[in-house]
């Protein structure tokens, strides 16, 4: 099974910006698809940004225009840059590789996460 393992998290105030980072145990560029989903209090995990192995993105509507999700095939990370940075993006982020699994379908991995506090 593949690891991933985030950083980048951390307290920064509203309007701000934060750049997360996914270190990817495999190559990226046999992984269909890398993303990042996040996890508030209360809230179920929902999907952020993905990014597939054509480098294809996919965001959520309450980060377009905000959020930015990039891959270095050569370091095997993904990021997720976050501009303009509002309380309610308050959570904790997770970083997720979706892998084929032949007839199987598909494999999905997670890291640990990485928590993004916004406050003044």
């Known amino acids: 099974q593949v690891q991933l393992t985030e950083s980048g998290g951390g307290l920064v105030q509203p309007g701000g910006s934060l750049t997360l980072s996914c270190a990817s145990s495999?190559?990226?560029?046999?992984?269909?698809?890398m993303g990042w989903y996040r996890e508030a209090p209360g809230k179920q995990r929902e999907l952020v940004a993905t990014?597939?192995?054509?480098?294809?993105?996919n965001y959520a509507d309450f980060v377009r225009g905000r959020f930015t999700i990039s891959r270095d095939n050569e370091k095997d990370t993904v990021f997720l840059q976050m501009n303009t940075l509002q309380h309610e993006d308050t959570a904790v982020y997770y970083c997720?590789?979706?892998?084929?699994?032949?007839?199987?379908?598909?494999?999905?991995?997670w890291g640990k996460g990485t928590l993004v506090t916004v406050s003044s």
């Open positions: 997720n590789a979706r892998s084929g699994a032949g007839g199987y379908g598909v494999i999905d991995a």
């Open positions: 990014i597939n192995s054509r480098g294809n993105t």
């Open positions: 495999w190559s990226i560029r046999t992984i269909l698809s």
